[in-house]
């Protein structure tokens, strides 16, 4: 009976994989970076923007979430955290900091094609913040 089991478990039989979760995801588009305007203001994580960290503003993907940013145009790649949404203009999928935007190689451009990937699941966030304001309104614009 053991035996039986063993060459049915082995035997190549479909298994239900569950499906991917919705922020299991790859997009491309383009991004840009912060402004040194916005330093100091809360992020929608509440936390303080900083220009040094390694942060990114996403529209959908939870706060705290971790994603591969990669500058299509030198295949440069910086793994950032969510910690603010945006951005606020339609055709962008991404903000980085200016730190992230150093390490993409784009500060000069002011912008990048690009392709982010989930790689790590949200972290949770400072004081167990879910969502506020971003560090900019849809009138104001990074870079």
């Known amino acids: 009976m053991l035996v039986l089991c063993a060459v049915a478990l082995s035997s190549g039989v ?4 569950p499906q991917a ?4 995801a790859r997009f491309e ?16 994580s509440g936390e303080r923007f900083d220009p040094k960290a390694l942060t990114m503003a996403h529209r ?3 706060l705290g979430t971790h994603v591969r940013v990669t500058n299509l145009a030198n295949s ?27 390490l993409l190689g784009m500060v000069g451009a002011g912008v990048a094609d690009a392709r982010l990937e989930v790689v790590g699941a949200a972290d949770g966030m400072p004081g167990g913040r879910t969502a506020r ?7 104001d614009t990074p870079q």
């Open 60 to 62: 959908t993907l939870p």
């Open 29 to 44: 588009g383009r991004i840009t970076y912060y402004a040194k305007k916005f330093t100091g203001r809360p992020t929608a």
């Open 133 to 139: 304001p971003s560090a900019y309104g849809p009138t």
């Open 14 to 17: 479909a298994v239900a994989r």
């Open 76 to 102: 440069r790649s910086v793994t950032l955290r969510v910690n603010d949404r945006g951005p606020h203009i339609g055709s962008r999928v991404g903000d980085v900091s200016p730190a992230a935007a150093r």
């Open 21 to 24: 979760d919705a922020h299991d």
